[in-house]
């Protein structure tokens, strides 16, 4: 939820300072990057070169940057520009009384100034200084202008002393910042259903009949969905393919029948679903409880009709937005808008073999998009990942906020 996110860390001088080594780690691994301001007394208390290391970045202190041979200037206001969210942690009762006045003598005040983004604060100090009152005015002015504060938590103090005061846990001002950043994501409190992969459907306990999908495209929807702040349940057939986001929970399924099951369990309460997976139409009607044998001459498979999955939760959607996809080789547009009306769908993805580098197997795709009232829309062909963002962009243009 972090990731390509710019976040500005400004570190004051407080003993928790040591903590945000740890917070620095935790926020490049969750594919922040991260640049640093520090004051004065917080390099007292934690290395710059330990956290330039980590963030990847030159620490700032100075107004000016003096080398051996030149001076510069370290520019508050790109910093403040440049960044998504700026976090303050550990603010000290000083920089938030001098935040809270509009005070600017070192460096991190002034990019504090000058930034546009959110900004959070992280308190940390002594529980009596926590609790004076003009430490908690502070804290309800610089909320007044907007910025978040992240409380202190309540514990071992290092002044020996125990209660509210500890600098809040590194993984819990990750999980604020992701926190705040979702709510403020166009998927935020949706529900979303995605079926993709191939089924397998069983001829006996080792053979099976399937197809060549790999699961790609339903993968990159769903994990765009969960980066738009979407509750994703990933209905897959079998495939190689891994989803780790924390909002995709994955039900693994093999046959139609089992992915049927899946999906009518979580339809009723989803807002919005799409139909990525290539689903086997028929499967045999009798399944060998046996290995089966190989004998003289042909054999022949009777299969019967599997269950349209999707056809099925048209016939039952009440405010779902459902979307289908087409695989055509001729005829498509008209095919596809068939589909469309018999399914009823309020969208369908088109994709033809016809076109080079679309459909199965490869990482692009090549799609048209068509609505219920018939709008169409031509992509590029373009990565599996860009497909996605292109399909949800033309989602969240018809589906109320
Ligand atoms: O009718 P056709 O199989 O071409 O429709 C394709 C769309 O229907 C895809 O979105 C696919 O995931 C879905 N489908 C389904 N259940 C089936 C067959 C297709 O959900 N049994």
């Known amino acids: 939820m972090l990731r390509g996110k710019k976040i500005l860390l400004g570190i004051t001088g407080g003993i928790a300072a040591y903590k945000t080594t740890f917070l620095t780690r935790l926020l490049i691994k969750a594919g922040a990057q991260v640049k640093i301001v520090l004051t004065e007394s917080a390099a007292a208390f934690v290395s710059p070169l330990t956290l330039s290391t980590l963030s990847q970045n030159p620490v700032l202190m100075d107004f000016v940057k003096e080398d051996d041979d030149s001076i510069s200037w370290n520019n508050h206001v790109d910093l403040g520009l440049w960044a998504d969210l700026m976090v303050i942690a550990p603010a000290t009762a000083n920089t938030l009384s001098k935040m809270a006045n509009g005070t600017c003598d070192n460096l991190l005040l002034a990019v ?20 004076h009152p003009s430490t908690t005015e502070s804290f309800e002015k610089l909320q007044s202008f907007g910025n978040v504060m992240i409380p202190a938590e309540s514990g071992e ?50 053979r099976f009949l399937g197809n060549r999908a790999t699961g790609t495209m339903g993968f990159e929807l ?14 897959s057939g079998p495939s190689q393919l891994s989803a780790t986001h924390p909002n995709i ?58 269950p349209d999955i999707l056809k099925s939760l048209g016939e039952i959607k009440k405010k779902q937005f459902l979307v289908g996809f087409a695989l055509e080789t001729e005829n498509e547009l008209e095919n596809a808008k068939g589909k469309l009306q018999r399914k009823n769908l309020d969208a369908i ?50 589906i109320d906020g």
């Open 249 to 306: 929970n994955r039900i693994d399924v093999t046959s139609a029948q089992d992915m049927y099951e899946a999906c009518h369990a979580h339809f009723e309460t989803s807002d919005i679903m799409i139909a990525a997976a290539a689903v086997a139409d028929y499967r045999p009607k009798n399944v060998s409880e046996q290995k089966m044998k190989k004998k003289e001459g042909d054999l022949t498979l009777v299969l019967e009709r599997n």
């Open 349 to 398: 993805v088109l994709n033809t073999l016809n076109d080079k580098g679309a459909g199965f197997g490869g990482n692009t795709n090549k799609i048209t998009f068509i609505d219920k009232n018939s709008t169409i829309k031509t992509f590029a062909l373009k990565t599996k990942p860009e497909v996605a963002s292109d399909i949800w962009s033309e989602i969240l243009l018809r």
């Open 222 to 235: 769903a994990k765009t969905a969960a980066n738009l702040g979407a509750e994703v349940t990933l209905v």
């Open 157 to 206: 103090l290092a002044s020996g002393l125990s209660g509210l005061g500890r600098l809040a846990e590194p993984e819990n001002i990750v999980k604020i910042l992701e926190y705040n950043l979702l709510k403020k994501s166009p998927l935020h409190g949706k529900k979303v259903l995605i079926t993709a992969g191939p089924t397998h459907e069983a001829l006996d306990p080792v």
């Open 112 to 131: 504090y100034l000058s930034a546009k983004c959110p900004v959070y604060f992280a308190p940390a100090m002594d529980l009596d200084m926590y609790r």
